[in-house]
């Protein structure tokens, strides 16, 4: 019997990054739209970065942070599972350098496809001269890279 050979149209895995924005938002929901059928992950990746920013600004320490990052990253997935549906997808979250952590998880998980929210209207200006963590992706990435405005 000959192998049947897939089209990446019928992934059997999607990475969905998740910073609760609404460009991110739509992506999951663009995800689950079109392929149904595939084992559908969302990810955050809580930025280590800016919890050390936290913590140099003297507002709280790098590890109480993470905590309070972690703990609203947990409410907000609460919130979309209600919103979308039990079983839809899973969750994970990470502590990282989000663009990084996208791209070691993509592969770990050996996904067909990265969906992402992309606010290109609100750039910084840092972001000019490294790029956007959806444009970092894409870069570094294995796999195709959906980018949803």
């Known amino acids: 019997m000959a192998e049947?050979?897939?089209s990446w149209m019928d992934p059997k895995a999607v990475l969905v990054a998740m910073d609760f924005s609404t460009p991110a938002r739509r992506a999951l929901e663009l995800a689950l739209r079109w392929f149904a059928g595939a084992?559908?992950?969302v990810l955050h990746v809580i930025d280590t970065e800016l919890a050390s920013k936290i913590e140099a600004h003297g507002i709280a320490g790098r590890s109480e942070a993470v905590t309070r990052l972690r703990g609203e990253a947990e409410a907000r997935f609460a919130e979309l599972i209600e919103e979308i549906g039990e079983g839809r997808f899973e969750?994970?979250?990470?502590?990282?350098?989000?663009?990084?952590?996208?791209?070691?998880?993509?592969?770990?998980?050996?996904?067909?496809?990265?969906?992402?929210g992309m606010r290109s209207?609100?750039?910084?200006l840092g972001e000019f001269l490294t790029g956007s963590t959806a444009e970092r992706v894409l870069r570094a990435g294995h796999c195709p890279v959906i980018a949803v405005p």
């Open 121 to 124: 209207a609100e750039r910084k």
């Open 4 to 6: 049947v050979k897939r």
């Open 91 to 116: 969750t994970m979250i990470v502590e990282g350098t989000p663009f990084v952590e996208i791209v070691k998880l993509a592969r770990d998980l050996a996904v067909d496809v990265v969906f992402m």
């Open 39 to 41: 084992d559908v992950t």
